[in-house]
């Protein structure tokens, strides 16, 4: 007698144990209270031309993430940015390197190489189309070759762009 009272106690730790597991992993929901049912219930009828609802289907809810705030743009960095801009709209057509030398020169606007480098990253100009704006600058002047506007386009005295950059406009100014 006294192995079934044993053997009734463990079964019934085990039987709390899982109900406590099941309570836990379910989260609240299972925990709730059924509602009470009226003592006499009507039976439901549904009319034989409706057809049986689809089951619901719901996606799991996405974690809740904020993106960080983009850094505050400087002051040193706006004006750069703006002067920038400003080159880069006079139509004349600058290179990357042309556009850097140009804002951080003392002859030039004289910005901290930090502060050059975000304005031209910022912008992110179309360095092909400043190549044939510079391109269409010298066409205008006359005297250019194809060999010779090339150089004059890649040199690091002339204008500063890629090989492929000058590629590029001479073949759009049709030389």
Known sequence: MRKFKIIGA???AVLLLILIVTVATSGPAAVTKPAATPATTAPVTTPATTAPAAPATTAPAAPATTAPAAPAITAAEQ???DSAQSYLSMGSGFSKAGLFQQL???AGEGFAAADATFAISYLHPNWDAQAVESA???VSMGGF???SLIEQLTSSSGEGFTEAQAEYAVAKVGL
């Open 10 to 12: 463990v079964v019934g």
């Open 79 to 81: 004006q750069a940015i």
């Open 104 to 106: 951080t020169s003392s």
């Open 136 to 138: 269409q600058g010298y």
């Open 145 to 147: 070759s194809h060999a």
